[in-house]
């Protein structure tokens, strides 16, 4: 009866070590990796201006309303 208690448990316990160790990684060299690909394929200044974009849509949809 205690059993699945415990399994519950020790699957909870595995669940926030993986949380924790995607916290605590160090994502930045990943990060500037991509954007210097996406710089060299000349996707960055495409992808910029999209987001500029939706980003003045989105403050223009907020004023509006």
């Keep these: 009866m205690i059993e699945p208690q415990i399994i519950e448990e020790q699957e909870k316990r595995a669940k926030w070590k993986v949380e924790n160790e995607r916290r605590r990684h160090n994502y930045i060299p990943v990060i500037f990796e991509l954007l210097k690909h996406l710089a060299k394929k000349d996707m ?13 849509q989105k403050m223009a949809s907020k004023s509006k309303a």
Excluded: I, P, V
């Design 44 to 56: 960055l200044d495409g992808m910029y201006a999209d987001a500029t974009k939706k980003k003045e």
